[in-house]
């Protein structure tokens, strides 16, 4: 292998790296606005602000944490279904989620 595609190698490593970071920064700043169910059945928008990947480690948990310091949140919760929680009209999504 010559000096020069080994130059080419290195080259195209390092802007793969750039262009996957750069893709995953992309993403978190799409997700800005997030609709949230209030209780009497109207949407509620709330503005993440500009976010960056180091804000948190998901998504999800950066929309927990925000939601807490917003005080609608209290405490630790889990993103679980329970199968028994259910209603009737999802028995076809059941084996899916208790799975």
Known sequence: MTVWMTKQR??????LKKAQRDLKESIWRT???VALLNKDNT????????IHSSAAN??????LMRLRQGGDVEGKH??????????????EWEHQVCS
């Open 78 to 91: 889990q993103c679980e279904l329970s199968c028994t929680e259910l209603a009737p009209a999802f028995k």
């Open 31 to 33: 997700y800005r606005h």
């Open 10 to 15: 290195r080259e195209l490593a390092e802007n």
């Open 58 to 63: 998901s998504m999800p948990e950066l929309i």
């Open 43 to 50: 949407l509620r928008i709330m503005d993440l602000g500009l």
